[in-house]
């Protein structure tokens, strides 16, 4: 396919400004003509998202331990809870996307999700028990604005048709990784073995880091993500500006409200679903090309898949927390660790291990033109995902007479499902970016992440179902119905799997030149 400069809507794609009007450093032009695999700006990009890894996965990794020990919640209502809270985080990015696409512009957004999530991190440290909750509202804002923008830039440092994206966004999806993996060890190991104030103190810590770095260094990112609206008057982009932020601020009490009773969460994920599509459709019939319409039908089709996927893997932070904290042993190879460590660094282990490996892999089966494309990679995702429950399931022939079983069967269950999910994540982002008018871009990388919404808020009805509902049961009753719940979650994994590398040439076709 012919290569062409990606659209980033009227005055962003001006080659020499930035919002204060002043000679950017760099076009964009110079940036997309790289030499070599990566681009420089990637590497910047992934260390700033790093921290944000360090602060998300560091609070993911505690929350439903924190409110079943500190705060005395059940272990289905921490599950519900800590779907709402993981649903609201993703739903917001749909928001932020949106608002960043037309008024603030990515760099921008991203400083201010920034900023709310150090805050709310802080609050937290300071009172856990008495602030958690406004804590957690805060950094739901600032990852909202946060996230689906910095994803979004990375896919501009390449042009169009490029195949070396993908490679791109599996060393950015690897990279960024090193953050949610010592933010998943370290922020278990302050919580449960020094302070909870700690824990949350030390993801607010590096949110400051992130944020400096990324203040020190997005002027390598020259045009990408300026204001959209370079073409008004200072005045009137500022007052747009501050709409948005008073918006933000405004929703605050709404997701404090529906977090502490998770029956609001139901009526807000019954509400924004729908008119999140009805906009992407709206915005789809807006388009003016055929083929451009055939392309958001095709990534519309990946995002839903994507909200199975995540349904079922998502378990990690909800019932697979729980079930680590309570029904595992210690032993892990030739050394003791806790095993919630594992349940929250494994995955990250393996992705950085991983990811950089499968990415070149991609490179060198492309060469030889037998790559697999992106649909059969969903399907296979699915397929390695049901196989990583069903070996969660088999934990239960491990168990001692206690209920406790083997930390290193777990271990490997994390291993196929990590390989389960660089199938489908890191090549999903990329393929949203390439399917995508550039001028929707933020939309539907908020799309993408309002698709997780959907898969955590499910990820914690599923928690619920399978969390054993009798407060007094024992390791071995819990360890059986967690177990029963995972061997479910397998075959329904597999079922899909199947499903859609039968249908995949009907959606490669809607997906035309991209592979």
């Not at 921290?51 to 209502?77: N, P, S």
Request: aromatic share 14%.
């Amino acid at each position: 396919m012919k290569s062409s400069e990606p659209e980033l809507g009227r005055s962003e794609l001006s080659n020499n400004s930035n919002p204060d009007g002043k000679s950017a450093a760099l076009t964009l032009e110079q940036i997309q003509n790289f030499e070599g695999k990566y681009p420089k700006q990637l590497w910047y990009l992934f260390t700033v998202e790093m921290w944000e890894r360090f602060c998300f996965y560091g609070m993911r990794g505690i929350l439903t331990i924190f409110m079943v020990d500190q705060l005395a919640l059940h272990a289905k209502e921490a599950n519900l809870k800590y779907g709402a809270i993981q649903a609201f985080v993703y739903a917001f990015t749909f928001l932020g996307g949106i608002f960043a696409d037309k008024i603030l512009g990515f760099k921008k957004s991203l400083t201010f999700g920034a900023i709310m999530m150090i805050v709310g991190n802080l609050l937290i440290a300071i009172a856990p028990h008495d602030l958690f909750y406004i804590g957690i509202t805060l950094s739901v804002v600032g990852t909202g604005f946060f996230k689906p923008n910095i994803s979004s830039m990375v896919g501009y440092l390449y042009k169009d048709g490029d195949v070396r994206k993908e490679a791109g966004f599996s060393m950015f999806y690897s990279g960024i990784n090193v953050g949610a993996f010592f933010g998943g060890a370290i922020c278990v190991w302050l919580g449960k073995g020094y302070s909870w104030s700690y824990a949350f103190l030390a993801a607010g810590a590096v949110m400051v880091l992130g944020l400096i770095t990324f203040t020190l260094t997005k002027k390598h990112l020259g045009p990408i993500g300026d204001s959209p609206l370079l073409d008004l008057a200072p005045g009137k982009r500022k007052l747009r500006e501050l709409y948005v932020y008073i918006i933000a601020l405004l929703t605050i009490p709404l997701i404090y409200i529906m977090i502490q009773d998770t029956q609001y969460t139901d009526l807000f994920m019954y509400i924004i679903g729908p008119a999140a599509l009805f906009y992407f459709f709206y915005q789809l019939f807006k388009t003016t090309t055929k083929e451009a319409r055939k392309k958001l039908i095709a990534a519309l089709i990946l995002i839903l898949l994507s909200i199975v996927f995540f349904a079922f893997f998502e378990q990690a932070g909800g019932s697979l927390a729980l079930f680590a904290n309570e029904n595992l042993r210690t032993s892990l190879a030739f050394f003791h660790i806790d095993p919630n460590i594992v349940n929250n660094g494994a995955n990250a282990l393996f992705v950085i291990l991983f990811s950089p490996l499968l990415g070149l892999l991609w490179v060198w089966l492309n060469k030889k033109k037998i790559e697999p494309n992106t649909v059969v990679k969903f399907g296979i995702s699915f397929l390695l995902l049901g196989g990583s429950f069903f070996i969660l399931y088999g934990t239960r022939l491990f168990a001692d007479e206690s209920g406790q079983t083997s930390l290193n069967i777990f271990a490997s269950a994390y291993f196929v499902m990590t390989l389960a999910e660089l199938c489908l994540s890191p090549i999903g982002l990329s393929m949203i970016t390439s399917l995508s008018p550039k001028h929707l871009s933020g939309m539907m990388m908020g799309l993408w992440f309002l698709a997780s919404a959907y898969g955590q808020y499910l990820a914690g009805i599923i928690g619920a179902g399978i969390s054993n509902p009798n407060e007094h049961a024992s390791l071995m009753e819990k360890l059986l119905s967690y177990t029963g719940g995972y061997q479910q979650l397998a075959i329904y994994a597999v079922i899909v799997g199947i499903i859609v590398l039968i249908v995949s040439p009907i959606i490669r076709k809607l997906m035309q030149e991209v592979k």
